[in-house]
Each structure stands twice: as structure tokens, then as C-alpha cells.
């Protein structure tokens, strides 16, 4: 489980530098309104210059809406197109973990990476509950045999250790073996990560 959450930290750390452009107008925005209030009313606590925040309040939400919206897009396409054409994103490489169908551990189609992408990626946009299902969506590799998560079940994938101890031995073009981990340890079969 440590090898999946330090790999999703570091694709969120990519993901986030990628996205931050999207971030930086509505602050820039949101400060020059708060500066033309200030000069305009100079009391900051008068009605009138509270409304103006507030409303100023209003725009950087719906700016940071918008840019977590276009965040959580790019994350899905991250997710997507790596898996879908590798088996791994970035950080996964890095983790030497990798995803494959759980059935017989071969290589995930791109209609399976998508979506799982979408199961991962999609629902946080949604306030609260979006964030709640994102939490118990990882946590769920925690109490699960084959340490799934809840994108990994919807896709029927899992994510296994590509090189190490334990590691498949992927030999095929694209980085799979056809038939890779067999359940029962196989030696040089991999193992669920």
C-alpha cells in the first residue's frame, strides 16, 4: 500500500504543476478586487465594502471550481492515456509497480484504463461526497484481499511490483507478459502491491 500512495503523490505532485497555471489567475483576481475594494471604500468595515468582499469571495470560489474541474480532467487523462498505453504512470515507474488485469495479468485495454481513470479521477469534483468516496476509494486496498481499490474493482485491474523481489518477470513489448503473476507465487510472477 506504501508503494501505491508514494507513487499517487508523486503523479499528484506532476499533476499539480501541470495544473497550476489554471490556479494562479482566479488568486491574481481575487487580490486585485480586494485592493480595488480597499482603495474604493478605504473601511473595509462598512456594508457596502463587506459585500464587495464577499462577492470578491464569491468569484475566487467559482474560479477555484472551475480549476479543480480542469485539474481533476487532466489527472483523469494522466491516468488514462499511461495506463492505457504502459500499464504505469510516472510515479509507478518510479515505485516499479504497474497495473494489469486482475483476471490472468496481462495488459489493461485502454477502455479498462479509462475507467479506472474515471472511477479515480472523476468523483472528487463533486463537493463532499466526491471527496468522501475519494477517501474510501484508497483506503479500500487497506481491508481488501487483493489489496484493490474501488477504480481497481471497476476496471477488474490490480496493481502489481514490476521489478524487485517478487517482481514479474514482463518480457512482452509494452512492458507485459502474457499469463504474468499466477496467484500461488509462482517464482518471478509477481505479487500484488
Known amino acids: ?9 508523486i503523479d499528484w505532485i506532476i ?9 494562479i489567475p482566479a488568486f491574481t ?17 462598512t456594508p457596502a465594502a463587506q459585500t464587495a468582499i464577499n462577492n470578491a469571495g464569491g468569484h475566487l470560489f467559482g474560479g477555484l471550481f472551475l480549476a ?11 491516468d488514462w492515456v499511461q495506463h492505457g498505453l504502459w500499464g504505469r504512470t510516472i510515479g509507478k515507474r518510479a515505485l516499479g509497480t504497474m497495473v494489469v488485469r486482475a483476471s490472468d495479468r496481462s495488459k489493461v485495454s485502454g477502455g479498462a ?3 479506472r481513470a474515471a472511477v479515480f479521477a472523476l468523483p472528487p469534483i463533486v463537493p463532499l461526497v466526491g471527496g468522501l468516496f475519494a477517501l474510501l476509494n484508497e483506503l ?7 489489496r484493490q481499490c474501488l477504480h481497481d474493482k471497476a476496471a477488474k485491474t490490480v496493481v502489481v511490483k514490476a521489478r524487485g523481489p517478487n517482481a ?3 518480457t512482452q513489448p509494452g512492458g507485459y507478459q502474457p499469463g504474468g503473476y499466477q496467484p500461488g ?7 500484488p502491491a
Open 113 to 115: 484504463a479509462g475507467g
Open 185 to 191: 507465487g509462482n517464482p518471478g510472477g509477481g505479487y
Open 15 to 23: 499533476v499539480g504543476l501541470i495544473s497550476s497555471p489554471l490556479w
Open 68 to 78: 479543480g474541474l480542469a485539474a481533476a480532467v487532466i489527472m483523469f487523462v494522466y
Open 1 to 9: 500500500w506504501w508503494q501505491r500512495l508514494l507513487a499517487r503523490v
Open 29 to 45: 483576481t481575487y487580490v486585485n478586487k480586494l485592493r480595488s475594494i480597499t482603495n474604493q471604500y478605504g473601511n473595509l468595515n
Open 168 to 170: 514479474a518477470a514482463y
Open 140 to 146: 479500500w486496498l487497506l481491508w481488501d484481499r487483493q
